[in-house]
């Protein structure tokens, strides 16, 4: 993608876009369950819809049928979150994005749910929320 170390950067702009989706992804369909609605109508449109992303389509349809295994670990979203972090302070950058996801991994780690797939993100929201999203599609 161009001089050496910047295949580097591309990986942090790429695992911050998925961090991001992901973590919105799982908010979301969480306030889907508390609002009632059919989510796997709610990620069918918004797939096809301006909030679609890369997350909505691989992982929601995880969450829903609680299918953690098998792809990246929420540990590895953990440790790129900390290096886009880390790598933003010393450019001398103020983002939020980073470090709220950031935040949002480590939760999950002390969970003990950090080796799982990253779809099981949703877990902590629904903690949080009291509810599940898996209930609303049986």
């Known amino acids: 993608v161009g001089k050496v170390g910047q295949g580097q950067g591309m990986k942090m702009i790429n695992q911050l876009c998925f961090s991001a989706n992901l973590v919105a ?3 979301s369909l ?3 369950r508390k609002l009632n609605l059919d989510l796997p109508l709610v990620v069918d449109i ?3 819809s301006a909030g679609d992303s890369f997350a909505m389509r691989t992982a929601a349809p995880r969450m829903l049928a609680v299918n953690f295994e098998g792809g990246g670990a929420i540990s590895i ?4 979150t900390r290096i886009i972090i880390d ?9 939020l994005m980073p470090g709220v996801c950031h935040n949002v991994f480590r939760i999950a780690d ?7 797939d ?20 049986k």
Do not use: C, N
């Open 77 to 80: 979203l953990t440790k790129d």
């Open 46 to 48: 918004v797939s096809h």
């Open 30 to 32: 969480v306030l889907a």
């Open 25 to 27: 992804v799982a908010e």
């Open 118 to 137: 990253s779809a099981a993100i949703v877990k902590i929201f629904e903690e949080y929320a009291g509810v599940r999203v898996s209930d609303a599609t």
């Open 87 to 95: 790598t933003s302070m010393e450019s001398e950058l103020t983002f």
């Open 110 to 116: 002390s969970r003990g749910i950090g080796k799982e």
